[in-house]
């Protein structure tokens, strides 16, 4: 067992798990969810279509997002943008992975195999802040737009996309399983 999994299953709790997830509701209300947020600013500028969303190896990405933002003057927009995205990505983290960690001590299993599901979280993290330095650099034309650069973002969207499915799909089962698991203790406690 990782010293990260042993850190998240240790603290795991309900408290820390609500809290966590009305911190990334109220943070993606905030500058995620609408058309008046940072992301939704970014999104129109962007002709309704970003890198940072598109699986795969799309054709004349992301040089047709970027030219975009700039056609729209929206270019400084979507810079703040990959900034405010970094506070999401660890609002996630910490969400999802304080979920499979709660549903993790309830069950009584701190290692082995299902211990890595703590790790897709992770996984997401370290794609998505590759994928934000990136796309900000090709943005702000600090990095050039290269193939070889274009192919690594590409990479790293794919496997954020991924990887956050499987991280958030995790969470959602593991809060549903744990909240089944504290039902079946409570009544087992009443009979």
Known sequence: ??????????????????????????????????????????????????????????????????????????????????????????????ACTSAIALFLRKCGVAGGAAALLLLSPLLYCAAELIENALLAGFATTTLGATDALVRVQQTTTTVKLISFAAAALSAVVSLLGALVIDAVRMVRRGA
């Open 1 to 94: 067992m990782t010293g990260w999994t042993r850190f998240w299953i240790g603290r795991a709790t309900w408290p820390l798990a609500i809290v966590a997830v009305v911190a990334l509701g109220a943070f993606t209300a905030a500058f995620i969810a609408g058309p008046e947020t940072a992301w939704g600013r970014a999104l129109a500028g962007g002709g309704g279509q970003l890198p940072e969303a598109q699986a795969g190896f799309p054709t004349g990405e992301p040089a047709r997002s970027l030219e975009a933002l700039r056609a729209a003057d929206a270019m400084a927009g979507y810079v703040r943008f990959q900034a405010i995205d970094v506070g999401f990505t660890i609002l996630n983290v910490v």
